[in-house]
């Protein structure tokens, strides 16, 4: 936008003075003051209006330029931006005013609408917790129509919350979403463009866990043979629950959420020895249509732990559950094995050392990569560890190969077990 101050000043009584670049904004000029206009065609007729927005110079050429935005918006929606202005003027109890689709009717559709109909409730309770959150910290930015939502307004929003990168990334992400379904559904203009997959685009990374204070930075941590033997002989002093999860980790290869929502059924006794069955339901892979149940021989201290859990299932059916009854989570095993960090809070109120593990800065998902890297180490075919993880084959190779691999899963989780079997703690080797 160009505003000639020195040309506003040398107006007349009569004359008016065109803004260039805000569409339909004009300062005119009276004999007692000088006030800004927007001129538009009205909706429906296409009659030429106008309606006074402020004076000059008390509103700002930026403040009358942001003003006439939200008046262009209203003339999209099909409202007449001066008769909207009569009734926002009229006194309590006169004639409500012309409801505008603002940023929070925006938010709170695609919360109704979609995540609480399509989002596993933990998903969905924590998505609605992060939009909630934002509309009660930006009341302006919520009550905003959100068609007149700016580029600037995207970024600074966003700019804001840089300092957590991957919340930042899951707001733009969900708010992105949610501009593309109110253009679907029509509550705003399809001019209206949706700037949120596009800004800040890769500038949105995560510099990692805060341990102590301080970034990790990203990290594909993966323990050494000598680290997991060591980790292995310090089994006896973790309790059974967090020492069962551990060595299901390494002997299976498995996701957390997955050996954790293990259920009795799932386990069945086959020609070739035991087996537990992951339904598709209940793998990562769950939106993918050409994903199947998830085939997982259970072999050496994996079979054992089942065994022995089988014995002592509950009515939940579950194999791992707390003291309550209640499923042990991905989430309280990895605070579990948190809390045995040295540079965890609840070593650092006790009284004595306490316990604490011998390999540190590590987390259960890295497990899982240690027990996939050492497969990669003994030989095994990329294809067999990759089917043995539970990935997904690339689309052209699971388009024409529907083996199951299940033979060749035995094979290399056996091999596995024996090489786990064999890992000593240094410390037994001097």
């Not at 009660?136 to 700019?159: G, I, K, M, N, W």
């Not at 996701?255 to 537990?276: A, F, N, Y």
Request: hydrophobic letters at 40%; proline letters at 5%; aromatic letters at 8%.
């Amino acid at each position: 936008m160009f505003f000639d101050a020195r040309a506003a000043k040398l107006l007349k009584p009569g004359e008016h003075l065109v803004v260039e670049g805000c569409e339909g904004l004009r300062l005119v000029a009276a004999a007692s003051k000088v006030t800004w206009t927007y001129r538009y065609k009205q909706p429906g007729t296409g009659l030429m209006k106008q309606t006074r927005i402020g004076t000059y110079p008390s509103m700002r050429p930026s403040e009358a330029a942001e003003a006439v935005e939200r008046l262009r918006v209203l003339r999209a929606e099909g409202v007449d931006p001066k008769a909207f202005q009569r009734q926002q003027r009229q006194p309590a109890g006169a004639q409500a005013p012309v409801e505008v689709f603002t940023v929070r009717k925006l938010v709170q559709d695609y919360i109704t609408n979609h995540i609480e109909q399509e989002r596993e409730e933990a998903g969905a309770t924590a998505a609605r917790r992060a939009l909630e959150k934002l509309l009660e910290q930006e009341p302006a930015f919520a009550e905003t129509p959100a068609a007149a939502v700016t580029r600037s307004t995207c970024f600074d929003l966003l700019e804001a919350r840089k300092t957590k990168p991957t919340a930042a990334q899951k707001l733009r992400s969900m708010l992105g979403a949610a501009w593309a379904r109110a253009l679907d559904a029509g509550r705003i203009d399809q001019d209206v463009p949706n700037w949120w997959p596009t800004i800040m685009k890769g500038k949105l990374k995560s510099k990692g866990k805060i341990v102590d204070g301080e970034h990790q930075g990203q990290q594909r941590r993966v323990l050494r043979d000598y680290e997991v033997g060591a980790l292995l002989a310090w089994l006896p002093n973790m309790h059974e629950l967090g020492r069962d999860t551990l060595q299901m980790y390494l002997w299976t290869c498995a996701r957390g959420v997955e050996i954790l929502g293990m259920r009795s059924e799932h386990i069945t006794q086959e020609k070739d020895g035991w087996w537990w069955t992951v339904p598709k339901e209940a793998t990562k892979n769950e939106r993918f249509a050409d994903a199947v149940d998830l085939r997982v021989p259970l072999i050496g201290r994996a079979l054992n732990i089942v065994q022995r859990r089988l014995k002592a299932v509950g009515k939940s059916g579950l194999l791992f559950e707390d003291a309550r009854g209640e499923q042990y989570t991905q989430h309280d095993f990895s605070t579990y094995i948190y809390g045995l960090q040295p540079y965890s809070k609840k070593v650092a109120r006790r009284a004595s050392e306490g316990l604490v593990l011998p390999v540190t800065h590590w987390t259960p998902h890295n497990l899982r990569r240690t027990s996939r890297t050492m497969l990669a180490a003994l030989g095994c075919p990329e294809e067999v560890a990759e089917a043995i993880l539970g990935h997904l084959p690339t689309v052209i190779v699971g388009t024409y190969n529907a083996h199951t691999y299940d033979k060749e899963r035995r094979l290399w989780l056996t091999r596995l077990a024996k090489h786990l079997e064999g890992l000593r703690d240094p410390a037994d080797c001097c």
